[in-house]
Nanobody
Framework: QVHLVESGGGSVQAGGSLRLSCVASGNTYRYCMGWFRQAASKEREGVAVISGNGRTKYADSVKDRFIISKDTAAKTLSLQMNSLKPDDTATYFC???????????????????WGQGTQVTVSV
């Protein structure tokens, strides 16, 4: 059983930055880990993922602005978010697969373990 706890959300003006963190407990060895978000009245979508072998994939909407990273020893996943836009406003979730994963994917259906989410609000 993997337990995930996110932190780092908050309110920021457009153009600002935030850093999200997710601490995992339980076995996550070579699992895919990722960040997803859900805005009001919208479906949950993939933002950035990192595979078990360290390859990354980003949604087109956040490329060149967000950076995902993982500290395997600390079981911590991070998301550095720069040049934030009002459209980035959402609840952000950390998630993992429950198997070793070598192919990075933004498909939510591949992720079985989810955190409780942290709110990010970007104002104009």
């Amino acid at each position: 059983q993997v337990h995930l706890v996110e932190s780092g959300g908050g309110s920021v003006q457009a153009g600002g930055s935030l850093r999200l963190s997710c601490v995992a407990s339980g076995n996550t060895y070579r699992y895919c880990m990722g960040w997803f978000r859900q805005a009001a009245s919208k479906e949950r979508e993939g933002v950035a993922v990192i595979s078990g072998n360290g390859r990354t994939k980003y949604a087109d909407s956040v490329k060149d602005r967000f950076i995902i990273s993982k500290d395997t020893a600390a079981k911590t996943l991070s998301l550095q978010m720069n040049s934030l836009k009002p459209d980035d406003t959402a609840t952000y979730f950390c998630a993992t697969t429950n198997y070793p994963c070598g192919i990075e994917t933004l498909d939510t259906r591949n992720f079985a373990n989810w955190g409780q989410g942290t709110q990010v609000t970007v104002s104009v």
